[in-house]
């Protein structure tokens, strides 16, 4: 595989939204907005970048046995130093997305991706597939919280595009996760197949 | 990965990578401490610069607390040459739609509302988060009026207060925790 698949496969063929439909709680839980999907998209792409280079680096030190809880530990460590650093230099964006932050730990694709693929390949190329996927999904949430907040409030990043009082509400509700998840899963799988 | 685990070699690896993780977290930890609480504070001072007239002295320097309902009233006190001009009170419900909020209300000397401001709240996104300065005209309702013949409560349950649309929950909540500030200031004799 060469590295610029590697890099891309993230966004479109292995979209971990989309495609693997991994780590469905950040995703329907953060996307009431753009800015908030993007910030946690952007969150989650630090710890995948990190966690994954630096599990490449360990994994030959690390006894099969034991390589579960080593990874969970240093995830848990880069989700933390996240976490502090949004509550101390982005404090409104740590506010809006709260929970949900510490709970990138428990996100499948941050786990997945190291045990597939960084503990077994070398430290470039977790790295890559590391800002491949992390941006894939960093990608996929903006697009879903842009497509719920421009239905649900008539916004684009918070700008306003038409009035909210024709908003349809259940776009920033749960339902409206899942409703808008679907159909663009749907429209990504039509894409992919051509 | 191709090695053999064995109780030594487990233990080993578990002990340094937990350690080396800790010390790495500690570090983090003393370099943001700093920005964590200077966010905090300037989002107070900010609340009470907002409810408050013009003071000049330090309200966050003489605030005090007490405990009511589970939970902790800060009272921060304003003052202008000396006199007492108001008082911010922050205040919380645990009745919110989905959770805690926690609010800022600027009392007169009289007990008179002079503003209030949203601190921190996880209603819901287009609709009880109306309840910000700035989003909706909910919260200048408020302004000006005395608790003491204003009811405190929203009009489907016979009060003075109009709801947000769709949003009664927040808006019952929002009164629980205006209540909860006037209450507690008359307790103390008044803003003075």
Known sequence: MSQLTNFTKGFIKENPVFVLLLGMCPTLGTTTSAINGLGMGLATTFVLVMANVVIALVKNVIPPKVRIPSYIVIIASFVTMVDLSMAGFLPALHAQLGLFIPLIVVNCIVLGRAEAFASKNSVGASFIDGLGMGLGFAFALTLLGLVRELLGSGKAFGISIYSDTYGMLVFILAPGAFIALGYLTAIMNRLSKK | ?192
Do not use: W
């Open chain 2, 1 to 192: 990965m191709a090695k053999e685990s064995n109780f030594k070699n487990m233990t080993l690896t578990l002990f340094t990578v937990t350690l080396l993780a800790s010390a790495s977290l500690g570090f983090v930890y003393s370099f943001t401490k700093g920005p964590i609480e200077d966010a905090q504070n300037a989002k107070i001072n900010n609340a009470i610069s907002l409810v408050l007239p013009e003071f000049d002295n330090q309200p966050s320097a003489e605030s005090f607390t007490r405990n009511v309902d589970g939970g902790v009233l800060t009272f921060y006190p304003a003052k202008k040459d000396g006199e007492p001009i108001g008082m911010a009170v922050q205040t919380f419900t645990k009745n919110g739609f989905s959770g805690q909020i926690d609010l800022m209300v600027g009392f007169l000397p009289d007990g008179t509302i002079h503003a209030i401001e949203v601190i921190s709240h996880k209603e819901t996104p287009g609709l009880g988060d109306k309840m910000e300065s700035g989003k909706s005209d909910f919260n200048v309702q408020f302004k000006g009026e005395n608790p003491k013949d204003f009811k405190l409560s929203v009009k489907k349950d016979g009060g003075d207060v109009d709801a947000i649309t769709a949003s009664t929950i927040s808006s019952r909540a929002y009164c629980d925790a205006v209540q909860r500030a006037y209450s507690a200031i008359v307790k103390e004799g008044g803003s003075k």
